[in-house]
């Protein structure tokens, strides 16, 4: 059973930074591409960063280049993104996510930016 957990979102405010990290199980993570999307209220869930199963290759949202970094831990089986320079239009649910024979999801965490 395939399970992803996210943990470290919360408020920061704008020029912020927050970085929100992704526990993977139940599958062989190093072979696995990993992904981060969010939600924002009333939008569709949009990708915000991808990386692949050796973290060589990563690609970003152009809402986000230069201000949000995502990277792995393959001995950990640990994802991350870390986000800088916040906004508030970066207010959203973020979710972990990974295509292993079909699409897994995590619970996801809240970041709120807020003055």
């Known amino acids: 059973q395939v399970q992803l957990v996210e943990s470290g979102g919360g408020l920061a405010q704008p020029g912020g930074s927050l970085r929100l990290s992704c526990a993977a199980s139940?599958?062989?993570?190093?072979?696995?591409?990993m992904k981060w999307y969010r939600q924002a209220p009333g939008k569709e869930r949009e990708l915000v960063a991808v990386?692949?199963?050796?973290?060589?290759?990563?690609n970003y949202a152009n809402s986000v280049k230069g201000r949000f970094t995502i990277s792995r831990d393959n001995a950990k089986n640990t994802v991350d993104l870390q986000m800088n320079s916040l906004k508030i239009e970066d207010t959203a649910v973020y979710y972990c996510?990974?295509?292993?024979?079909?699409?897994?999801w995590g619970q996801g965490t809240q970041v709120t930016v807020s003055s």
């Open positions: 990386i692949s199963s050796t973290g060589r290759l990563t």
């Open positions: 996510n990974t295509y292993w024979t079909r699409d897994y």
């Open positions: 139940g599958l062989p993570f190093s072979r696995a591409d």
